[in-house]
């Protein structure tokens, strides 16, 4: 399974970004899509995730209410839309597909590359 995020870049606070995950290959036994993000210094985090056949969500409390996780089977990607978009938000951001819908890094077994996220005061 490879997976290609896609969408950062540099935005004001208040902004706005949505984020891509381009899914292909051998996707059997795939069940979920996670966002997670890691600024410099700093753990990775959870983000949000997806289940990909029923579309079951989870998200991080510090992105509720303005981050929204989706997918379109049909494409094979996955998005994460990101709104009202604070100085916190700055990070690299990775997407991974893994077999069940989970919070933490070590539940996925694929990742793709980090896409950058900048968001200014």
């Known amino acids: 399974v490879q997976l290609q995020a896609s969408g950062g870049g540099l935005v004001q606070a208040g902004g706005s970004l949505r984020l891509s995950c381009a899914v292909s290959?051998?996707?059997?036994?795939?069940?979920?899509v996670g966002w997670f993000r890691q600024a410099p210094g700093k753990e990775r985090e959870f983000v949000a995730a997806?289940?990909?056949?029923?579309?079951?969500?989870s998200s991080a409390d510090s992105v509720k209410g303005r981050f929204t996780i989706s997918r379109d089977t049909a494409k094979n990607t996955g998005y994460l839309q990101m709104n009202s978009l604070k100085p916190e938000d700055t990070a690299a951001y990775f997407c991974?597909?893994?077999?069940?819908?989970?919070?933490?890094?070590?539940?996925?077994?694929?990742w793709g590359q980090g896409t950058q996220v900048t968001v200014s005061s």
């Open positions: 991974a597909a893994g077999r069940a819908l989970a919070d933490t890094p070590d539940r996925y077994n694929y």
């Open positions: 290959g051998c996707m059997f036994g795939l069940r979920a």
């Open positions: 997806i289940s990909w056949s029923g579309g079951h969500t």
